[in-house]
């Protein structure tokens, strides 16, 4: 039933995906592996006798990442199917290794499909081409994966600091409270430079090799339009389209820029207009928000009734990263909610330990 509803999933995504691309040509080629995605649940559901029609329903992970889609665009989409196609391959080459099984080479098939639909299909142009390339290396790391991830980091790392912290002091109120405010906006601030800092880097990065390019493409058009048309015949483009798109792009430098921004440099000049203050901010309140979990009952609580409420939060809050987690993965919610929460447990476990240790020797 796993493998089938995979394949239902991957089909109303993929549907969803061709719904919602203004682009047509690339809307068509979503609509293929929609079609594609709906043969291979047929095929699944034949050799399991089962009526594809009464089980053809799109799982609460499907559902999820659509309603993502619709809020914050549908590369979002794009990224979480190619992510959850390349770990399932990776896990079927794993499990076929571990048993001695020989690999057939198709264990990425659904990769392979879109690969081939994408480098074959003659009506996609190199912009077009380029334009799903950048969008599916970057949707891996997206907001939305930034969320989880702030937030894991905040939680795992203040619990194990309030844990530390409650041994030490037996959950004396004042001290945690203190360590743990201290913790989050030590941890928060430190995120949020880090942010600040990796986006301000990339954006003057990427604005310096646009520029360079303003400057070849001004001083050397006759090379940078060589460079355009091998780039199309690379994409599959017949040489006589090449450069018929070509010599329509140099008639605009602007364009010209654009183009070879996107295609030799692989930079995506909407990126750019993102604020390194908006992406501080962001990953300031991400690890927040994890961060102040543990804390919490140590505002109303005190002793040994904090420290099993905070532990039990902790848990709850683990769980659920961990079950949202399988957005990206697409691995069983129980396990992967319930392995966040032994991990996350067991470091916090191990630093109580220790602050226990060093409370007992210094009150000694």
Not at 88 to 114: F, M, P, R, T
Not at 205 to 231: D, H
Request: glycine letters at 10%; aromatic letters at 8%.
């Amino acid at each position: 039933m796993n493998a089938i509803q995979t394949e239902i999933d991957a089909w109303y995504l993929y549907s969803k995906l061709a719904d919602n691309e203004e682009d047509k040509i690339l809307a068509d080629v979503f609509r293929q592996m929609s079609e594609i995605e709906w043969s291979h649940a047929e095929a699944f559901a034949e050799a399991n006798k089962l009526d594809l029609n009464a089980i053809a329903k799109p799982s609460w992970r499907a559902k999820t990442i659509n309603s993502i889609g619709r809020l914050f665009g549908y590369d979002f989409v794009l990224g979480a199917l190619m992510d959850t196609e390349k770990t399932l391959a990776d896990v079927v080459v794993s499990q076929k290794k571990k048993h001695k099984i020989q690999l057939s080479g198709n264990e990425d098939s659904h990769v392979k499909i879109l690969r081939s639909i994408l480098d074959n299909d003659t009506r996609i142009a190199g912009h077009q081409l380029s334009r799903f390339e950048k969008r599916h290396r970057s949707v891996g790391g997206n907001a939305i994966r930034a969320a989880v991830l702030g937030g894991n980091d905040g939680l795992v790392s203040n619990f194990s600091l309030v844990m530390g912290i409650a041994g030490a002091t037996v959950g004396n109120q004042q001290g945690v409270l203190l360590a743990g405010i201290a913790g989050l906006l030590a941890g928060a601030l430190s995120m949020a430079l880090g942010e600040w800092i990796s986006v301000k880097s990339s954006q003057e990065l990427y604005e310096n090799q646009m520029q360079l390019e303003m400057e070849e493409l001004e001083t050397n058009p006759e090379g940078e339009r060589k460079e355009l048309r091998l780039i199309y015949m690379a994409k599959g483009i017949p040489e006589e389209e090449a450069n018929r798109i070509v010599d329509e792009l140099m008639s605009d430098t602007k364009l010209a820029h654009s183009i070879l921004v996107k295609e030799e440099l692989g930079i995506n000049a909407e990126e750019l207009k993102g604020s390194a203050m908006e992406a501080a901010l962001s990953s300031f309140f991400l690890f927040a928000i994890g961060a102040i979990i543990p804390v919490l009952p140590f505002f109303f609580w005190n002793g040994i009734t904090a420290i099993v409420l905070s532990t039990c939060f902790s848990a709850v809050g683990l769980f659920l990263i961990g079950a949202a987690i399988t957005l990206f993965t697409g691995r069983n919610v129980l396990f992967s909610g319930s392995r966040q929460v032994i991990f996350g447990l067991a470091a916090a476990a191990i630093t109580y330990g220790i602050g226990k240790l060093i409370g007992v020797t210094v009150a000694g």
